[in-house]
C-alpha cells in the first residue's frame, strides 16, 4: 500500500523558514517522481516542485524559485522542502503526491 505522510507545517512570521517532511512507503521511492503541491481554499492545487524521477533534476514553479527547494533522501525514503522567506501568499495546505497517490496534507501559515 502506498501512503505519503507530510509533517513539518506550522504557523510562521512573514521572512520565516519551514521545513516540510514526506515520508513515503510501499513503493520504490528512488524510481518515481515526486512533489509537492500547495492549495488554498478556493482555488486549485498548484504544483510547486518536484523531481521529475530517478535522476535530481527538479522543476519549480516561478513564484517559489530561489525560495523553496526540493530534496530527498532515498536511504529514508524522504521527500524534504526547505521553505525560506516565506511570505503570507504561502499560506495554504501543502501536499506531497507521487504516481497519482496524495498525502493528507498539511498546512502552513506565514502572518504578515
Known amino acids: 500500500e502506498v501512503q505519503l505522510v507530510e509533517s513539518g507545517g506550522g504557523l510562521v512570521q512573514a521572512g520565516g523558514s519551514l521545513r516540510l517532511s514526506c515520508a513515503a512507503s510501499g513503493f520504490s521511492f528512488a524510481d518515481y517522481a515526486i512533489g509537492w503541491f500547495r492549495q488554498v481554499p478556493g482555488k486549485e492545487r498548484e504544483g510547486i516542485a518536484c523531481?521529475?524521477?530517478?535522476?535530481?533534476?527538479?522543476y519549480y514553479t516561478d513564484s517559489v524559485k530561489g525560495r523553496f527547494t526540493i530534496s530527498r533522501d532515498n536511504v529514508k525514503n524522504t521527500v524534504y522542502l526547505q521553505m525560506n522567506s516565506l511570505k503570507p501568499e504561502d499560506t495554504a495546505v501543502y501536499y506531497c503526491?507521487?504516481?497519482?497517490?496524495w498525502g493528507q496534507g498539511t498546512q502552513v501559515t506565514v502572518s504578515s
Open positions: 503526491t507521487s504516481q497519482s497517490y
Open positions: 523531481f521529475a524521477g530517478r535522476d535530481d533534476i527538479t
